[in-house]
C-alpha cells in the first residue's frame, strides 16, 4: 500500500487549495479514504472520509464542514480535497489513508495558512 499526498502551499487566509492523493498497491475503490492533519504541537486528527465506490457516504470534521470537500475519482486511484475560505488554523500537514485500516503515513504535504 502507497499513497503520496500533493498540492499543499503556502496560502493567504480566504484563499482556495486542491489536495490530491495518489493511491496504489490495492483496489482502490473498494476502500474508503481519509483524509487527516496535523497541526504543530497538536495531535493528527480526522479532517473528512469519503466510502468507497462511489462515495455517496461523506463526513467532515465539524472545523471544516462547509468550506472543505472531499472527493474520489476511482479511474486515477486518487482521492482530493478541495479546501475554501482557508483559515491560520487550518496550517497543518495533510496525510492521506485508508480509512479504518493502519497503513504506514505518507509523506504529508504542507499546508500554511499566512498572511
Known amino acids: 500500500v502507497h499513497v503520496g499526498e500533493s498540492g499543499g502551499g503556502l496560502v493567504q487566509p480566504g484563499g482556495s487549495l486542491r489536495l490530491s492523493c495518489a493511491a496504489s498497491g490495492f483496489t482502490f475503490s473498494r476502500y474508503a479514504m481519509s483524509w487527516y492533519r496535523q497541526a504543530p504541537g497538536k495531535e493528527r486528527e480526522l479532517v473528512a472520509t469519503?466510502?468507497?465506490?462511489?462515495?455517496?457516504?461523506?463526513n467532515y470534521a465539524n472545523s471544516v464542514k462547509g468550506r472543505f470537500t472531499i472527493s474520489r475519482d476511482n479511474a486515477k486511484n486518487t482521492v482530493y480535497l478541495q479546501m475554501n475560505s482557508l483559515k491560520p488554523d487550518d496550517t497543518a500537514v495533510y496525510y492521506c489513508?485508508?480509512?479504518?485500516?493502519?497503513?504506514?503515513w505518507g509523506q504529508g504535504t504542507q499546508v500554511t495558512v499566512s498572511s
Open positions: 489513508r485508508r480509512s479504518n485500516y493502519m497503513d504506514s
Open positions: 469519503i466510502s468507497n465506490a462511489g462515495g455517496s457516504t461523506i
